[in-house]
């Protein structure tokens, strides 16, 4: 029994069953996103917030990235790992995304990338497709773009979302496998994924796409900030673990941690 989620195989899911999704940036992580069962662990270029402390994602680099998507296919067995394209390592020419892509695959493990925008990245995905590269399109809010759009809703007004339908339309036309649709309208996600025979996943686009994908850090209350509407915190580890840290600190500094049960 085919246990290796591909990204063949997570492009079959559509219409059958939701796809799930967490981001993973490290080799322990991944390993507990692999035992629950997720499908696709996306190693994304949030690691510029969540782990590296950037407010922004415009800061991380290829070779960060690359470190980072090393660490999570090797504690990856099943699930499909997903490298984030770095800003401005697939948008300079067709020859350095497919460069960068390649290094994905061949030094990182990665089983496919993501890059952002819609009909105007065809060319690119196209070319990365023809060259054995999986790719998965992200369309909506597009976190690399923000000095131009900032934060907000995407496709609330007519011609923006008859062009996000458009732009599903051309990524699938050009071969990519799925598509993640960030902070668009329930309605109009509905929409696009009803005018796709590919995968939709959804983050702040409603209920009814193919799959859904949160921020791993987010899901947990490990974010250290206010998080978005669209995430349900499912646990809140971070005050978990400062409450340990500081039970440990009261324990070294009252002498009553180390006891002699672990002491050699």
Known sequence: MQTKWTAERIKGLKGTGKITCLTAYDYTTAKLIDAAGIHLALVGDSLANTMLGHPTTLAVTMEQMLHHTAAVSRGITNALVVADMPFMSYQVSTEKALENAGRFLKEAGAGAVKIEGGAF????????????????????????????????????????????????????????????????????????????????????????????????????????????????????????????????????????????????
Request: neutral net charge; hydrophobic residues 40%.
């Open 121 to 264: 990245r065809a060319q690119t995905v196209a070319a990365l497709v023809a060259n054995g590269i999986p790719v998965l399109g992200h369309i909506g809010l597009t976190p690399q773009s923000i000095r131009q759009t900032g934060y907000k809703v995407r496709g609330r007004k007519t011609c923006e979302a008859e062009s996000l339908v458009l732009d599903a339309k051309a990524l699938e036309a050009a071969g990519v496998f799925g598509i993640v649709i960030e902070c668009v309208p329930a309605a109009l996600s509905k929409d696009i994924t009803k005018a796709v025979r590919i995968p939709t996943i959804g983050i702040g686009a409603g209920p009814d796409c193919d799959g859904q994908i949160l921020v791993t850090h987010d899901l947990l209350g490990l974010s250290g900030h206010a998080t978005p509407k669209f995430v349900k915190r499912y646990a809140e580890l971070g005050d978990l673990m400062v409450q340990a840290f500081k039970e440990y600190k009261a324990e070294v500094e009252s002498g009553s941690f180390p006891s002699g049960e672990y002491g050699y």
